[in-house]
């Protein structure tokens, strides 16, 4: 089973950019959609970005235009470039697959790295 390790969180300005990472621990080159969500607490986990195999990427409304999701399989490594940051983009972030555990969709994460945009 491929696991994922998230990393890049951390305390930012407004304003400032992350770069967050998620190390596969297999090959991602079979999995076709990979994607960057977040979640605070006592909401659910939101989309934030996707990226297939192919390179198409889906973006949230939230984060158009600011943020860029990218993959390399060839380092098993799924990127998640955020830039202007701001205080709603505060959150823990997760990256995730989906999968078919015992015959029902379900989704791989990783433990999720924390991103606080404060002054």
């Known amino acids: 089973q491929v696991q994922l390790v998230e990393s890049g969180g951390g305390l930012v300005q407004p304003g400032g950019s992350l770069r967050l990472s998620c190390a596969a621990s297999?090959?991602?080159?079979?999995?076709?959609?990979m994607g960057w969500y977040r979640q605070v607490p006592g909401n659910y986990r939101e989309m934030v970005a996707l990226?297939?195999?192919?390179?198409?990427?889906v973006y949230s409304d939230n984060v158009k235009g600011r943020c860029t999701i990218s993959r390399d399989n060839a380092e098993n490594t799924v990127y998640l470039q955020l830039n202007n940051l701001n205080a709603a983009d505060t959150g823990t972030y997760y990256c995730?697959?989906?999968?078919?555990?015992?015959?029902?969709?379900?989704?791989?994460w990783g433990q999720g790295t924390r991103v606080t945009v404060s002054s």
């Open positions: 990226v297939t195999s192919g390179g198409h990427t």
């Open positions: 297999g090959r991602i080159d079979n999995i076709d959609t």
């Open positions: 995730g697959f989906p999968i078919t555990e015992r015959g029902s969709p379900a989704m791989r």
